[in-house]
């Protein structure tokens, strides 16, 4: 069985500051692994995914996420958070015979000024 | 313009009432998919279509019914509504089974 734990619920940041937020997967075998953000009130948007390769991912916006196999890990980073990226992301995993993608619980990112 | 179409936006209903929720997609794919998300529950997985065929069923209530009727078309019949089936639902799609996944806005059911 595949699943996910995002295991903040809530992070604040400042803007202008950096950003992590942590995913851990487990899936037995080669996992795919997509990083989403929802908008308030709007539809999910990839941000990024990760298919086996290289375990570092350039996604839009400046966002970039680190695949780590031996810790099961998926972590996202922005070097510089903008107000615009206030939002919920969602981490989520599928295996590799099935179209069923899992997500987690979700990250509510908040922005101060 | 929006790829993926999804109707109505908002939807109320009575308990024990049957509505279909429409997702069409205008990206060329080939898989399209039905998630649900609730207050209750994190996004879910329900059902994945391949060339207009089931390939995976995650949803145990037969209540829930995909139907293809074109190739770009999934819609979702849900009968005998209960007030648990508020959520919003969610339609994906794929250029081919098992690729990356782009979802549309959501219909948002209120069940009363």
């Known amino acids: 069985a595949q699943s996910v734990t995002q295991p903040d619920a809530r992070v604040t940041v400042s803007e202008g500051a950096s950003l992590q937020l942590r995913c851990k997967y487990s899936?037995?075998?080669?996992?795919?692994l997509f990083w989403y953000v929802q908008y308030p009130r709007q539809g999910l948007q990839l941000l990024l995914k990760?298919?086996?390769?290289?375990?570092v991912v350039q996604g839009v916006n400046g966002f970039e996420a680190e695949f780590s196999k031996s810790n099961s890990s998926f972590h996202l980073r922005k070097a510089s958070v903008h107000w615009s990226d206030w939002a919920v992301y969602f981490c989520?995993?599928?295996?590799?015979?099935?179209?069923?993608?899992?997500f987690g619980d979700g990250t509510v990112l908040t922005v101060k000024p | 313009d929006p790829k993926i179409i999804q109707k109505p936006k908002y939807l109320v209903a009575v308990t024990g009432s049957e509505k279909i929720l429409i997702c069409e997609q205008y990206?060329?794919?080939?898989?399209m998919y039905w998630y649900r998300q609730s207050a209750k529950k994190p996004l879910e997985f329900m059902f994945s279509?391949?060339?207009?065929?089931?390939?995976d069923n995650q949803t145990a209530s037969s209540r829930f019914q995909p139907q293809s009727s074109k190739k770009n078309h999934l819609d979702l019949q849900i009968t005998a509504l209960k007030p648990d089936d508020s959520a919003t639902y969610f339609c994906?799609?794929?250029?081919?089974?098992?690729?990356?996944?782009?979802f549309g806005p959501g219909t948002r059911l209120l069940v009363l």
């Open positions: 994906a799609s794929s250029h081919w089974y098992q690729d990356t996944q782009y």
């Open positions: 899936y037995f075998g080669t996992p795919y």
């Open positions: 990760y298919y086996p390769g290289d375990p």
């Open positions: 989520a995993v599928r295996g590799t015979n099935t179209g069923k993608l899992t």
């Open positions: 990206l060329g794919h080939n898989a």
């Open positions: 279509y391949s060339y207009q065929k089931l390939m």
